[in-house]
């Protein structure tokens, strides 16, 4: 059995229909999440969840059929327990327009 290990997740949410302003628009999102995993791969399942997890995703979320929304892993890392115990860089979600041309 390994240990648990601190890591930092940067992950980038596309395709997201979000109803925010009465019109539902496609978004994107970057978020880091930082969270406790024996491997990397686990650390990736966990902070996936979380983001599933965050309230904005679970109450405004739309879909359409096949276009289903994606969540992409840019980073995972691991930090040593000090960076991870102050988290200062976890982030909420930071949305961007898809739609705009």
Do not use: C, W
Request: neutral net charge.
């Amino acid at each position: 059995m390994e240990y648990m290990r601190n890591f930092k997740v940067t992950l980038n949410g596309k395709n997201f229909l979000l109803d925010l302003n009465g019109e539902p628009t496609k978004f994107g999102f970057h978020a880091t999440r930082f969270v406790k995993a024996e491997t990397p791969e686990e650390a990736r399942k966990i902070a996936i969840i979380r983001i599933h997890q965050h309230r904005i995703l679970q109450e405004t979320v739309m879909y359409e059929g096949a276009d289903r929304p994606v969540i992409d892993i840019l980073e995972i890392k691991e930090v040593n327990s000090l960076k991870f115990l102050m988290k200062k860089s976890e982030s909420n979600l930071k949305f961007y327009s898809e739609d705009e041309s």
